[in-house]
């Protein structure tokens, strides 16, 4: 069977095998731009804290990773990745 191919919305980037977890987008968010990615429960495999409502995400929960977007490199910022709740990242984004 073909593939479908899809309009990529501004932002996102297509998908790439070395990053098999899906698309990137870059989101502004109180003055600042975060580059965020959706995790499906397929391939959350690990426990993580969210930073909105410091609850555990569960393995196999779908959910959003956030991070500052560095103009130089937007890889370089490994450390400052986060794991949310997608309800409590689309809350933080909002406020």
């Known amino acids: 069977m073909g593939r479908k191919n899809r309009r990529m919305s501004d932002g996102e980037e297509p998908f790439d095998e070395r990053r098999p977890h899906g698309i990137r987008n870059v989101v502004s968010v109180k003055g600042e731009d975060w580059v965020t990615q959706k995790i499906t429960g397929a391939t959350s495999t690990k426990v993580y804290r969210c930073p909105g409502c410091n609850q555990e995400i569960k393995?196999?929960?779908?959910h959003i990773v956030a991070w500052p977007l560095?103009?130089?490199d937007h890889e370089s910022r490994v450390q400052d990745?986060?794991?949310?709740?997608t309800p409590?990242?689309?809350?933080?984004?909002r406020s």
Do not use: S
């Open 70 to 72: 560095d103009d130089e």
């Open 81 to 85: 990745r986060r794991h949310w709740h």
């Open 59 to 62: 393995p196999a929960t779908p």
């Open 88 to 93: 409590c990242w689309e809350r933080f984004a």
